[in-house]
Structure formats: structure tokens, C-alpha cells
């Protein structure tokens, strides 16, 4: 069985950072992109940031020069290191991972960033 586990949100003051974590669990093979995506209440879940494997990296426009996306060489995590947060930045994250032939969710962690 596939889990994909996060970590990391809570509440943070406006300016402040947060690293958010996923740990995968269970075989996954072929892994083609890992990235993060968010849901802000009311609207519809965004891309902030995601690795396609052995090429580039891609960020959301709101995410350029605050976030970082990494991951380890075995692909057993991805994390995003957000810094500089901003109000607009509260949303429920998500994790995703991608292989050949299924697409799978992390159950998603909260972030709040207060003014």
C-alpha cells in the first residue's frame, strides 16, 4: 500500500518560514514528477512547486524566490522550504507523486500565514 505522509504546516506569522515534508512508504516504482500543490478554501488546488525527474523544476509564479523544492536521490521524500510567507499563501498543501502509471496524494497538512 502506496502512502504518501506530510508534515511540517501549522500557523506562522506573515514574513516567517515553514519546510513542509512528505515521506513516501510502500513500493513506488517509476517515479516521474514529485511535486506540491495547494487549496486554498474556496478555490481550486494550485501547483506551488514540482521535480520532473532527471530534468527541471518547475514553481508557480507566487512560489519564484521563496520556495525551495528538493528531494533525495531515492526519491523516499520531497520537501518544499517556504520562506518569506505571506497571507495569500494559507492553504491546505498536498504532495504528489507521479510515476508511469498512477498519480498519487499526500492527505494534505495545513498552512496558515497570519498578518
Known amino acids: 500500500q502506496v502512502q504518501l505522509v506530510e508534515s511540517g504546516g501549522g500557523l506562522v506569522q506573515a514574513g516567517g518560514s515553514l519546510r513542509l515534508s512528505c515521506t513516501t512508504s510502500?513500493?513506488?516504482?517509476?517515479?516521474?514528477?514529485m511535486g506540491w500543490y495547494r487549496q486554498a478554501p474556496g478555490k481550486q488546488r494550485e501547483l506551488v512547486a514540482r521535480?520532473?525527474?532527471?530534468?527541471?523544476?518547475i514553481y508557480a509564479d507566487s512560489a519564484k524566490g521563496r520556495f525551495t523544492i528538493s528531494t533525495d536521490n531515492a526519491k523516499n521524500w520531497v520537501a518544499l522550504q517556504m520562506n518569506s510567507l505571506k497571507p495569500e499563501d494559507t492553504a491546505v498543501y498536498y504532495c504528489?507523486?507521479?510515476?508511469?502509471?498512477?498519480?498519487?496524494w499526500g492527505q494534505g497538512t495545513q498552512v496558515t500565514v497570519s498578518s
Open positions: 504528489n507523486v507521479v510515476t508511469r502509471t498512477n498519480d498519487y
Open positions: 510502500g513500493s513506488i516504482f517509476s517515479i516521474n514528477e
Open positions: 521535480i520532473l525527474i532527471g530534468r527541471n523544476t
